[in-house]
């Protein structure tokens, strides 16, 4: 099966989504069996069916035609950040939602000032 970059990006962004292609079709209200011959030919949708992708994907059309101007990047990369702050202090996380709201806010305010 030849696949274009657009459906490459589309299906890349569904699996970011945890969704199918059957959920595509159904919010762009398109066939299904229209998108996989689409697939399967390696063509491009016309301009009005890429833009129902890009919005049912949350993406720009830019970015399934281009690759560029891609937003599910930048939440990866700010997703991967979390991820990375959370292990590197989760005993402190822990330890924190154990206090009591009073201490919470008395760490807050230590913190805070031990800041300065």
Request: proline share 3%; glycine share 6%.
């Amino acid at each position: 099966m030849v696949m274009s970059d657009f459906w490459h990006r589309v299906d890349e962004e569904l699996d970011y989504l945890g969704k199918n292609r059957t959920y595509l079709a159904n919010k762009c209200n398109f066939s299904l069996t229209n998108f996989n011959l689409g697939i399967k030919r390696g063509s491009t949708p016309s301009a009005d069916l890429a833009v129902k992708i890009a919005s049912a994907l949350g993406v720009t059309v830019e970015f399934l035609v281009t690759g560029s101007n891609n937003p599910t990047q930048k939440n990866n990369q700010e997703e991967s950040e979390q991820l990375r702050l959370y292990r590197k202090h989760s005993e402190i996380i822990k330890k924190c939602e154990e206090l009591s709201p009073e201490k919470e806010k008395l760490l807050v305010t230590f913190i805070d000032e031990f800041g300065k």
